[in-house]
């Protein structure tokens, strides 16, 4: 948990950005990011020189053994005076950045066009001096104040993409249910900052914490996740993975896994629906992962000659969000599931790649669960309804589970509002319970929240998903007096105000 000294650091540092002339709000946290990399690389390396003395094993640097490379440390550039300062960052040290790789990570990839942004000496020195005192060696504490930047996105990015509620990644995650025992392994084809794959470690780090495991921080549980220990190297190795064609969400991405504990985050930079993903990336573009979870972006330029092949000839359509939701069934190994957030129209729309799509869901896949959002979920980015669909790949599709979530725990307007004490409120434990604990033949009842609708009926209403199509609405009867005994009361009513208004104006005389 971020503490009230630390959060006003944060927006002091966000301000001094803000007053030194850089106001997009990406381009903050993404400078904020190279700096705080560039410190995590020197305190990284300063690790690694400790360990190598005490085992007398060589290790790769990330920083030359020369005079020049070691003056591209943040120990040494921090001293240097403020236009001294912005041309070594500027012209030595981001360069660098290009040709960096920690422990299998190649961050070269998305640092090939990082720039420094920051034009004014002394704002650099400020922000260097700021995050020079941030707790960035404490693992809770970093990553904690990572998101605490990212909620700072309060405008839409480009191609339709925007931040997803942390509470409603939180609920897809705790759906999804991702275990370590199988070794499974976690994808979301179009990343963004990574909220979904750092929640994911988030649910595990609570998954695999024991009771004696659990510590109490005035009042509030701190998860040690003491049992991850023998899927530690899982974890590292495979377990999460990123894309994203977006550079700046790319290398915010990134930057959000390395502070989460992966040490090398498998993030980059494609874009998943084209042609050359399976080229680039042939092991990841099908039948590789476990669990896939996203919120793809619903709009944005789309070259159509650029899909691929195998997509189009499964919904042909240049509408993204139809395109993601085939990609995702292509990249799921069989008996792999996807929590996917969806825009309405997807659910309910009447084109032919719409209701191909959802045949294909239906009929050669097991549908699992429709979850109807409220509309105001992702204001103040966007307005638009959404759901979120929960499939099997493979199997058969039987009865789907239906809920119907009115209240996610924030008011619905653009302030979004915390209106519990709990972020994880309104109806999503609910929810969430509901999922758990599901029965076909016990949810029936179509006017509460949650319920069951099967298959076949599916099947006969054009295979549309939205709630409404089968929700019954409770009408409870209202009875009212007979006329004759209200008039009655009006014409009592009105002697009394007579009778009053008589009285009054004797006593005024």
């Given at each position: 948990m971020i503490t009230g000294e630390l959060r006003s650091r944060v927006d002091k540092l966000w301000e001094e950005f803000w007053t030194g002339g850089v106001t997009n709000p990406l381009t903050v946290i993404e400078q904020i990011s190279f700096l705080m990399f560039s410190r995590l690389l020197d305190i990284n390396e300063t690790r690694n020189e400790k360990k190598a003395q005490r085992t007398d094993k060589p290790f790769r640097r990330i920083f030359p053994d020369t005079e020049e490379g070691q003056k591209l440390r943040w120990h040494h550039f921090k001293h240097l005076g403020a236009e001294q300062m912005l041309h070594h960052v500027r012209d030595k040290v981001f360069p660098h950045f290009k040709s960096v790789a920690v422990e299998g990570a190649r961050f070269g990839e998305y640092m090939k066009d990082a720039q420094l942004m920051v034009q004014k000496a002394n704002l650099l020195v400020s922000a260097v001096n700021m995050i020079d005192e941030l707790p960035l060696t404490e693992g809770d504490t970093k990553g904690d104040l990572y998101e605490y930047l990212l909620s700072k996105l309060t405008t839409a990015g480009i191609n339709g993409q925007f931040r997803t509620p942390r509470h409603i990644i939180r609920l897809m995650v705790e759906m999804m249910d991702p275990s370590l025992e199988h070794n499974e392994v976690i994808g979301d084809p179009a990343c963004g900052t990574g909220g979904f794959l750092v929640e994911t470690m988030h649910f595990l780090q609570r998954k695999y914490t024991s009771q004696d495991g659990i510590i109490d921080h005035d009042g509030e549980k701190i998860y040690s996740g003491d049992l991850l220990e023998p899927h530690?190297?899982?974890?590292?190795?495979?377990?999460?993975?990123?894309?994203?064609?977006?550079?700046?969400?790319?290398?915010?991405?990134?930057?959000?896994?390395?502070?989460?504990?992966?040490?090398?985050?498998?993030?980059?930079?494609?874009?998943?629906?084209?042609?050359?993903?399976?080229?680039?990336?042939?092991?990841?573009?099908?039948?590789?992962?476990?669990?896939?979870?996203?919120?793809?972006?619903?709009?944005?330029?789309?070259d159509y000659e650029d899909v691929h092949s195998s997509l189009l000839a499964q919904v042909k359509t240049k509408k993204t969000e139809l395109l993601f939701v085939a990609l995702i069934l292509r990249m799921l190994?069989?008996?792999?599931?996807?929590?996917?957030?969806?825009?309405?129209?997807?659910?309910?729309?009447?084109?032919?790649?719409?209701?191909?799509?959802?045949?294909?869901?239906?009929?050669?896949?097991?549908?699992?669960a429709v979850v109807s959002l409220p509309s105001g979920v992702f204001r103040p980015y966007a307005g638009v309804s959404t759901g979120i669909l929960i499939f099997t790949k493979g199997g058969k599709t039987g009865d789907v589970f239906f809920y119907d979530l009115q209240n996610d725990g924030f008011s619905l307007d653009d302030k979004r509002n915390q209106l519990f004490e709990s972020t994880f409120a309104g109806d999503l434990p609910d929810c969430l319970s509901r999922w758990k604990g599901r029965?076909?033949?016990?949810?029936?009842?179509?006017?509460?929240?949650?319920?069951?609708?099967?298959?076949?009926?599916?099947?006969?209403?054009?295979?549309?998903?939205?709630?409404?199509?089968?929700?019954?609405?409770?009408?409870?009867?209202?009875?009212?007096?007979?006329?004759?005994?209200?008039?009655?009361?009006?014409?009592?009513?009105?002697?009394?105000?007579?009778?009053d208004l008589i009285e009054l104006e004797g006593m005024l005389g």
């Open positions: 530690r190297e899982h974890i590292q190795a495979n377990l999460i993975h990123g894309f994203d064609f977006d550079v700046t969400m790319l290398r915010i991405a990134a930057m959000n896994l390395l502070l989460h504990g992966i040490d090398a985050p498998d993030i980059h930079y494609q874009d998943t629906l084209s042609s050359g993903f399976p080229d680039n990336f042939p092991n990841h573009a099908q039948n590789f992962f476990d669990v896939i979870l996203a919120n793809p972006p619903f709009k944005g330029s789309l190994k069989k008996g792999g599931r996807s929590a996917t957030i969806v825009p309405d129209g997807v659910l309910f729309g009447s084109s032919k790649a719409h209701v191909a799509l959802r045949e294909m869901l239906v009929e050669m896949n097991q549908l699992e029965d076909p033949k016990r949810d029936t009842d179509r006017s509460a929240k949650a319920f069951f609708v099967p298959a076949h009926e599916i099947r006969e209403k054009n295979y549309d998903l939205s709630l409404n199509r089968f929700k019954e609405t409770a009408y409870v009867e209202v009875t009212y007096d007979p006329p004759k005994e209200l008039l009655k009361r009006m014409k009592g009513l009105e002697n009394e105000i007579m009778r």
